[in-house]
């Protein structure tokens, strides 16, 4: 039986987004980015018309030079206006001395909302500092949904969406685009503005909108990767870009990507039982792979992913140049 998180949910954060119910202090962490990076946004709405100067909202990414105590001083540093300050920090989990964060959860200023995101699915919480954030309830953790727990999650979303999507079409979809919220969002809104109010959403419709529909997704250009097609891996890479999607998201979507055919590439050695097992009946379609089944280029892909992060995070190269040289490398 899975073990169950002591951590509250990231779903519950709905019950401190009221200005009575406020936190100064929103540590979101965990392996859903898609979610954690949503549940940034959620908070930052409800903030935002409290903040009465620009001067009062920062957003910073965390390097390994970073602090704490640039943290800290931001947080503790006055509004420039009355109101309240808000301050987002990604990447806590760069940091060195993550633990003398302690010190500030227990005598947070009242006056910053600070928000933290941590790409981790580790938090112990017998460890500081988020024996602190446990227990002063700060910590909320966004776990990847797969099976049926996804299931249902699509199918809420599609009810928000007023989508009469069909058991068979919803199943599809996943077949599909694999187990990731993220693709799944955008398809369901591409369903929504293609298809007619209360029409019946069957597999049919769904594949007959994958061919009509041309915005391209992360899963486009995994399977540009999958075939060694640079030139179709970078046209996609940059469709996504100019559709809002950020560069932490397509490296984050990749390095997944590259972690689940190193999986598959062990897999194969066994019997088609412990692949399905894992991946259910996705593992045949990522048997399929050709360009990646191999490994020296998977550990390419990785080193390539993993400079692509460095020059994201300490340069200031902008998006398109740093996705292209990450694609050439990725199919060196």
Do not use: C
Not at 217 to 238: H, M, P, R, T, V
């Amino acid at each position: 039986m899975k073990k169950e998180s002591k951590v509250e949910s990231i779903y519950s954060l709905p019950n401190y987004l009221k200005e009575d119910t406020l936190l100064p202090i929103y540590f979101l962490y965990g392996e859903d980015t898609f979610t954690i990076n949503n549940a940034a946004k959620a908070i930052e709405k409800v903030v935002a018309p409290l903040v009465a100067s620009d001067f009062d909202r920062e957003s910073i990414t965390l390097t390994k030079d970073s602090t704490v105590s640039q943290i800290v001083d931001l947080a503790y540093s006055f509004p420039f206006s009355g109101g309240k300050k808000l301050i987002i920090a990604k990447g806590f989990n760069e940091l060195k001395e993550m633990k003398t964060f302690a010190s500030y959860v227990k005598d947070p200023a009242e006056f910053t909302v600070l928000v933290i995101l941590q790409s981790s699915k580790k938090a112990p919480l017998n460890q500081e500092p988020y024996k602190s954030l446990y227990a002063n309830k700060f910590l909320f953790e966004a776990r990847e949904l797969s099976g049926g727990e996804l299931s249902d999650w699509m199918f809420k979303k599609a009810r928000i969406e007023k989508l009469n999507l069909t058991k068979a079409a919803g199943d599809l979809l996943i077949e599909m685009v694999g187990e990731n919220k993220g693709i799944l969002e955008m398809q369901l809104n591409k369903i929504a503005a293609y298809s007619k109010p209360d029409e019946e959403i069957t597999p049919e419709i769904i594949q007959n909108l994958a061919e009509i529909t041309k915005e391209y997704s992360i899963f486009d250009l995994q399977n540009a990767l999958e075939k060694g097609d640079k030139s179709k891996a970078i046209s996609y890479a940059y469709n996504l870009l100019s559709s809002q999607n950020d560069m932490t998201f397509i490296i984050a979507m990749l390095t997944r990507f590259i972690t689940t055919h190193a999986r598959v590439l062990e897999l194969r050695k066994l019997p088609d039982s412990e692949g399905k097992k894992e991946f259910r009946n996705r593992y045949y379609f990522l048997k399929k792979t050709t360009y990646m089944s191999n490994e020296k280029r998977l550990e390419n892909a990785a080193k390539a992913l993993l400079e692509a992060d460095i020059r994201l995070k300490t340069s200031g190269i902008d998006a398109k140049s740093n996705v292209a040289i990450l694609i050439a490398e990725m199919l060196r």
